[in-house]
């Protein structure tokens, strides 16, 4: 039972742990690598990044000037990496599932684009709306080009898949664009 649990911690330590951990640490949020597979997508090229990072750190171990190449430095120097790639990207909000474990494991992702100001509640609400919205119209540009991009490559089914994601993704847009414009009158009445 012994020999079965240390192959499948050899298994996830070679092929998979450390990658998948320098990903989440890279790109906290899993649609920003793929935005339509997302986490599957980070598992895959995790899975190639760490045999990358093995093959690397066996020949590192194995040059004559360091401690040499064994199981036990191969175990403690992924595992190593591993630890401290997920502690970054736990630091950088990667793993919002900790957060259900207990309240002080939870970490906010990254949000630079928030602006503090002293202003009144219907202030606050009409910018709250106004950044959500710029934010869902920036990740609609971004997924209307990547429809258009894949939508030149693929089988005609696909295609028309990607087609008519786009138009409805364009459609979203302007729905957006014009609430953006009625938010930007709102705020001016607001102001003067």
Do not use: C
């Not at 499948?8 to 949020?29: E, H, S, V, Y």
């Not at 986490?39 to 899975?47: C, P, R, Y």
Request: glycine share 6%; no cysteine.
């Amino acid at each position: 039972m012994l020999d079965l649990i240390q192959i499948a911690m050899g298994i996830l330590l070679i092929f998979f742990l450390p990658g998948f951990t320098l990903l989440r640490m890279l790109f906290p949020r899993a649609e920003e690598l793929d935005t339509e597979m997302g986490l599957m997508f980070q598992m895959v090229i995790g899975a190639v990044m760490s045999v990358v990072i093995a093959v690397l750190l066996g020949f590192v171990l194995g040059s004559p000037n360091l401690m040499g190449f064994t199981p036990l430095n191969l175990w403690l120097t992924l595992g190593g990496l591993s630890l401290l790639f997920f502690i970054l990207g736990w630091r950088r909000g990667a793993y919002q599932f900790l957060g259900r474990l207990h309240p002080k494991l939870e970490r906010p992702l990254p949000q630079t684009d928030i602006v503090e100001y002293n202003l009144g509640p219907l202030e606050t609400d009409t910018l709250l709306e106004f950044q959500k919205l710029a934010k869902e119209r920036y990740e609609l540009r971004r997924d209307i080009k990547t429809y258009e991009r894949k939508s030149r490559v693929q089988t005609k089914s696909m295609m028309e898949y990607y087609h008519k994601k786009s138009l409805s993704a364009q459609k979203r847009l302007s729905e957006i664009d014009k609430r953006i414009k009625e938010l930007e009158k709102l705020r001016a009445r607001q102001l003067y």
